[in-house]
């Protein structure tokens, strides 16, 4: 089985700071995505990053695949109060068994203040 | 309008008795999938189908029984329910099976099981 381990659950933090998720495995994914879920609603994807390296900007948000596709991070610029929400990454199996299955982190749920 | 649709969004039931959620989707995808979502666990795979006729275990199969027999739906079936079972489902689709493997999620079945 495949683990995502995703960091921090939690982050409380004011309108306008910086901050930068984490997911990190031992296992080698041809895709990692990541995905924003609000409350009552399903996942909602943001961004995938295929090659290793890959950095993508989406406005104030900057992914980034490790360079092993093993891990990736989500960095947040000057975050806003509509940032809040809870974020998660999912990884696709490259191959063997693990072809075909999607691997998701725990999630960080983050609330920005005003 | 593009979508996946689950029905019922919300069902309590009781221990053993059969019960079916429906999935639909209106984009052609191939692939489909099934998770669970769990305070503190993310969302975990619980079955997911590359194509018609074909379905493949994810991650927390147990209890669980899945068909495709058309490309469009994917119901989850659960013969004998349990309250560990209780939890929010999603099913999701993707265009393919292939290295991206982007979802597009339903709006999640709340099941509870007494």
Not at chain 1, 23 to 49: A, D, H, I, K
Request: net charge positive.
């Amino acid at each position: 089985t495949q683990l995502l381990e995703q960091s921090p659950q939690f982050l409380s933090i004011q309108e306008g700071e910086n901050l930068t998720v984490y997911c990190n495995s031992s296992s080698v994914f041809s895709s990692l995505q990541w995905y924003r879920q609000e409350p009552g609603e399903g996942p909602v994807l943001l961004v995938t990053v295929v090659t290793g390296g890959e950095v993508k900007k989406l406005k104030r948000l900057t992914f980034q695949f490790g360079d092993a596709r093993k891990d990736s991070s989500l960095h947040i610029t000057a975050a806003q109060p509509g940032d809040t929400g809870l974020y998660l990454c999912a990884g696709a199996g490259a191959g063997g068994t693990s072809y075909g299955k999607l691997t998701f982190g725990q999630g960080t749920i983050l609330t920005v203040h005003p | 309008e593009a979508q996946v649709t689950q029905n019922p969004r919300y069902l309590i039931t009781v221990t053993g008795k059969k019960l079916t959620v429906t999935c639909s989707q209106n984009m052609n995808h191939e692939y489909m999938s099934w998770y669970r979502q769990d305070p503190g666990l993310g969302l975990r795979q619980i079955y997911y189908s590359m194509n018609v006729e074909v379905t493949d275990k994810g991650d927390v199969p147990e209890g669980y029984k899945v068909s495709r027999k058309e490309k469009r739906n994917f119901p989850l079936i659960l013969e004998s329910p349990s309250p560990n079972q209780t939890s929010l489902y999603f099913c999701a689709s993707s265009l393919s099976a292939g290295t991206r493997r982007e979802q597009y999620f339903g709006p999640g079945t709340r099941l509870t099981v007494t």
